[in-house]
């Protein structure tokens, strides 16, 4: 369930008609429901009721200040992937004791400024990344909290470029080396070893994955407690999948997820943290675009879309299909016909959709891409000097720029010419 309905003909996002926001800011934009950010991670926290945990949102989903700072005032943590993601957190106001830095290439200048600024916890990813951030923090005088990113060497069943939890991919310690690994970690200084983490991928669609790498996890930490290591927090990633048509089967719920946690990691007594992402904003948010033309061709016909790859790059990416909307309903019954969907970039692969049964539309009319909001707006790109689109946040009947779009100059300013031009 989301906040995108329809009223009287209308798309409304909560109490707000899309084109209201559209005569607004013009199109293309991003559009995200306060109502459906804040359900959506009730649904975790909920989930984990009865265990001490945190859910900490993975801000790369979807990382404007103002949604961080919705999720953060509704109790959530962030998991951030690169200093850049940090500094934007702390800029939200979400305090250093609740983000928690993974990824497999932090720099010592990123070490450096998360543990200046106050961490949570570092999931390491190599020995290398561990020798840096001891390094750092004895410089620094400081303790860096750390769990250890295992790779469980599961299949996560989703996308290849979205699979992270086998051991041909670049993530994590094979588990196999864990006693070792955390051995090393143990014996530096500057490092006090807290728990294990793990992720092993995105959009999974099943609970078996899971629950096969956290009853590895489950093993791992009475191994690891048993080779006298203070094993009392358990990071155990995202990638809880989303339902991207109406049609298709639905992914697990977020309570049958927090149930198999229970089940599998329950009788350890560990903290949990969970790092959902795409759950929270996947269906949080909307694409909306304008018909500029359509476009009779040879043997199909195209809608030619003000918004395009650049802006939401899933389906050219990952071959993502989004389901696409007329903005104002169609009337009961009206012949749908197929169109190719793209956008006006110079490559074959900005086409949204190929063959997608739509209702009449004619230029200026607006369209929505569901399930948008996450990996849609942080993936986007000014590729074809084509501005970033703003990004509005509604909450009830009130909606709000949170990110303008920046005019041409501000974009064309950006570039330097060098003195022998
Ligand atoms: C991408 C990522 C997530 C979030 O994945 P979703 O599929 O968006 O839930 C969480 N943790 C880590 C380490 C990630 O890389």
Redesign the pocket.
């Known amino acids: 369930m989301d906040h995108f309905l329809y009223r009287d003909g209308a798309l409304f996002a909560e109490d707000v008609p899309i084109s209201e926001i559209a005569a607004a800011v013009g199109t293309p934009f991003y559009v995200y429901s306060t109502a459906t950010l804040q359900r959506h991670f009730k649904l975790f926290d909920d989930a984990l009721d009865g265990t001490d945990h945190l859910v900490c949102y ?1 801000m ?2 979807a990382s404007n200040q103002a949604i961080l700072k919705t999720l953060a005032q509704a109790g959530a943590g962030m ?1 951030v ?1 690169s200093g850049g993601e940090y500094l934007r957190a702390k800029a939200a106001g979400v305090p250093g004791d609740k983000i928690v830095f ?1 990824g497999v290439g932090k720099t010592a200048d990123e070490i450096r400024t998360a543990l200046t600024g106050g961490i949570r916890q570092f999931n390491v990813e190599s020995e290398p990344e561990m020798q840096v951030i001891n390094a750092v923090a004895l410089d620094l005088g400081k303790v860096a909290p750390i769990t250890i990113r295992v790779n469980p060497d599961v299949d996560a069943k989703t996308h290849a470029k979205i699979a992270t939890g086998k051991s041909e991919n670049k993530f994590g310690i094979p588990i196999s080396r864990a006693s070792e690994v955390y051995a090393l970690a143990a014996s530096l200084p500057g490092l006090e070893v807290i728990g294990i983490d793990v ?1 092993i991928g ?2 999974l669609t099943e609970l078996e994955p899971f629950e096969l790498a956290y009853t590895k996890v489950a093993e791992l930490t009475e191994r690891l407690r048993s080779e006298g290591h203070n094993i009392r927090r358990l990071d155990l ?4 999948g989303i339902p991207y048509t109406r049609s298709n089967d639905a992914p697990p719920l977020p309570v049958e997820y927090g149930a198999m946690i229970q089940k599998t990691l329950g009788h350890l007594g560990c903290e949990i943290e969970i ?5 929270i904003a996947g269906n949080a948010g909307l694409m909306v675009s304008s018909v500029i033309y359509v476009k009779s061709g040879e043997d199909r016909d195209f809608l030619i879309l003000d918004g395009a790859m650049n802006d939401l790059i899933r389906p050219a990416m990952y071959e993502a299909h989004h389901d696409i909307v007329a903005v104002e309903e169609p009337a009961a019954g009206v012949e749908q016909r197929p169109y190719d969907i793209v956008g006006p970039v110079c490559e074959t692969g900005d086409t949204f959709a190929r063959q997608r049964n739509m209702p009449p539309l004619k230029s200026g009319d607006l369209i929505a891409f569901r399930s948008a909001g ?1 990996y849609g707006a942080v993936m986007s790109s000014e590729y074809n000097t084509r501005p970033l689109i703003p990004e509005v946040l509604v909450n009830g009947d009130q909606f709000a720029v949170i990110r303008e779009r920046p005019s041409f100059d501000e974009i064309i300013n950006r570039d330097t010419i060098p003195g022998w031009l």
């Open positions: 993975a790369k989903a998991d992937v993974s992720h995105s959009q990633g995202g990638g809880l790092e959902p992402g795409r759950l996450a």
